[in-house]
């Protein structure tokens, strides 16, 4: 199954997916993904659109960063500014709960790369957590970061270890899990279901279908598969480990917000439902996995 753009001013994926090789060395074809949402939110900034992360653009300056394919995909830029927004206000309504309920926000930042959402939201305690390569980059292109840095896999035991705020935090996992399957996205939440305390997590999930993509503007689906490991909470819900649906957020719906802004630099055909970010919570008193 082909991709086609849902936006008229991107073009059709007929060249070969640029590869990013001067600062990946040691990285999987996964984490080397990071530079999407660092470019599209750096671009989206430059337009003066529905975000404003000038440490991306900082951080993409610095790295001396073109893809020729970024440039003209502007669908995945709708697409990855949108779904930065919903985590932003996730984020922002976390620490006004946390806040007004006397507790330190606890945000841990899953899949880190170079994500910047840490220094929009400098209030809370963070903890980033990626694999080695990545996070070496990281340290080396986010100087500002108070976060503790924590290197490991999401998936094996042990990267839960250095995380001392274990009650009430915010989980956030994006453009991490539909990279995988499902029996590996079951073991991530059976983590958490076993070492967090009434968590929420936050993440964004593809349809299944995606997980036969051949071609795609952007990511290199020959040497990063989407397997789409979740479609949806109830996929997690299934899980059976004690978590439930708190909200979905339709990038659809984000669109609609700034319509009147967004409709002058984007020409939408349409939007796939199933993109969506996603919040669930392990309830509290839920039996933890054996």
């Known amino acids: 199954m082909a991709f086609r753009s849902r936006t008229l001013n991107s073009v059709s994926p007929d060249a070969p997916v640029e590869r990013e090789s001067r600062t990946t060395e040691g990285m999987t074809d996964i984490s080397r993904t990071l530079f999407l949402p660092l470019f599209f939110r750096a671009q989206e900034t430059r337009e003066g ?3 404003n992360d000038p440490e991306a653009v900082r951080i993409v300056d610095s790295l001396g960063y073109e893809n020729r394919n970024f440039i003209l995909d502007r669908e995945m830029q709708l697409i990855m500014a949108l779904r930065t927004e919903v985590l932003d206000g996730i984020t922002a309504r976390y620490i006004a709960d946390c806040r007004r309920q006397g507790h330190q ?16 939201f400098p209030e809370a305690q963070w903890y980033q957590v990626d694999l080695d390569a990545p996070m070496r980059l990281r340290s ?3 100087k500002s970061s108070r976060a503790t840095h924590i290197t490991g896999s999401i998936f094996e035991e042990g990267w839960t270890r250095d995380i ?7 989980l956030i996992v994006e453009g991490v899990l539909m990279y995988f399957d499902t029996p590996t996205v079951r073991r991530f939440f059976d983590i958490v279901a076993r070492d967090f305390h009434s968590p929420l997590v936050a993440f964004d999930a593809l349809a299944r279908r995606y997980s036969t993509l051949q071609t795609h503007q952007s990511v290199d689906v020959d040497r990063a598969p989407f397997r789409c490991g979740v479609s949806s909470s109830a996929d997690v819900v299934h899980f059976g480990l004690g978590f439930a649906p708190v909200a979905e957020y339709g990038y659809y719906q984000a669109y609609l917000a700034h319509a009147d802004e967004l409709s ?8 796939d439902a199933t993109h969506k970010v996603y919040l669930v919570k392990r309830l509290a ?6």
């Open 164 to 170: 001392v705020h274990r009650d009430h935090a915010l």
């Open 285 to 290: 008193g839920a039996v933890a996995p054996a």
């Open 264 to 271: 002058q630099r984007y020409r939408v055909i349409r939007f």
């Open 140 to 142: 080396r292109y986010i």
């Open 105 to 120: 926000p606890v945000i841990v930042n899953l899949g880190a790369g170079l994500d910047t959402r840490e220094q929009r």
């Open 49 to 51: 659109g529905i975000i």
